[in-house]
């Protein structure tokens, strides 16, 4: 059984609801089991999804501020501080995709980061084996290489190496000892047989990250399978950050 997460669901046509609620019921064999909230619920509810064409949306919107409770609006002129925001038609499943990014856990960081007794960091971090955190960020843009070094950068990720294309790197790979991989590659590309050759590459590989638009359900369990670690594009800011620091202190495989 998962992590059982409410929602409170605020407008939509009785035909969305439906498919909202079969989306909702199909979650209950996964990770993080959704359920509409209702008054007589055992718990809060812990998002708020709002049909924004409904005339309680913006009520709604100032209530979840109030009690900080995150919330996802549907719908043109999306108010400040939503979380996650969409468009008709819906394909619901891609809603609550979007709320895994929210509440799935980051895979394998069962870790007390209260351990690291170091206030101050060299400019240098080194991982649990002494060596310096090394990472290989591969997309094909300048920005997006930018931006995922910047948040590496943040998250004391102090070495990457960047690769344009799939070839480029694997010749890194070829040279370098890497601990993490970030993958942001176009929706047209597949990365699996690129993320084979790189573990072969790389068999202490602690940590393989990718980026997508709009991954679809297929896409994700197969890296869940593949002990991939999957975010939705753009990535949740505070998310990344916090997978991007917990991976730099998981214990080095055996």
């Known amino acids: 059984m998962g992590n059982r997460v409410f929602v409170k669901v605020v407008g939509f046509t009785d035909a969305e ?26 718990e809060p509810p812990r998002m708020l999804l709002v049909d924004g064409q409904d005339e309680a949306a913006a009520a709604e919107v100032a209530l979840a501020r109030q009690s900080l409770m995150p919330f996802t609006w549907i719908g043109p002129r999306v108010p400040a501080g939503a979380w996650q925001c969409f468009t008709r038609p819906l394909a619901w499943p891609e809603v609550v995709m979007a709320l895994d990014e929210f509440f799935l ?49 943040l998250a004391l990720w102090t070495l990457a190496d960047e690769a344009e294309s799939a070839p480029r790197a694997l010749e890194l790979a070829r040279t370098q000892d890497y601990e993490l991989v970030v993958l942001d590659l176009a929706p047209w590309v597949d990365p699996w047989p690129l993320v084979v050759e790189l573990r072969a590459l790389q068999p202490a590989l602690r940590g393989v990250l990718l980026l997508q638009a709009g991954p679809s359900p297929v896409q994700r369990l197969r890296a ?25 202190f998981l214990p080095e495989q055996d």
């Open 224 to 248: 869940w399978r593949a002990g991939v670690t999957l975010m939705r594009k753009p990535p949740h800011p505070g998310r990344l950050h916090d997978l991007l620091a917990r991976l730099r």
């Open 105 to 153: 856990p980051a895979p394998d960081l069962d870790i007390d980061l209260d351990a690291d007794p170091i206030d101050t960091r060299p400019t240098l971090v080194l991982g649990p084996g002494g060596r310096p955190c090394h990472a290989l960020v591969v997309a094909a843009g300048l920005e997006e290489r930018l931006y995922i070094r910047a948040k590496l950068a």
């Open 17 to 42: 609801r439906h498919a909202l609620n079969t989306v909702f019921r199909l979650s209950q064999d996964g990770p993080v089991n959704y359920s509409p909230w209702e008054a007589d619920a055992p």
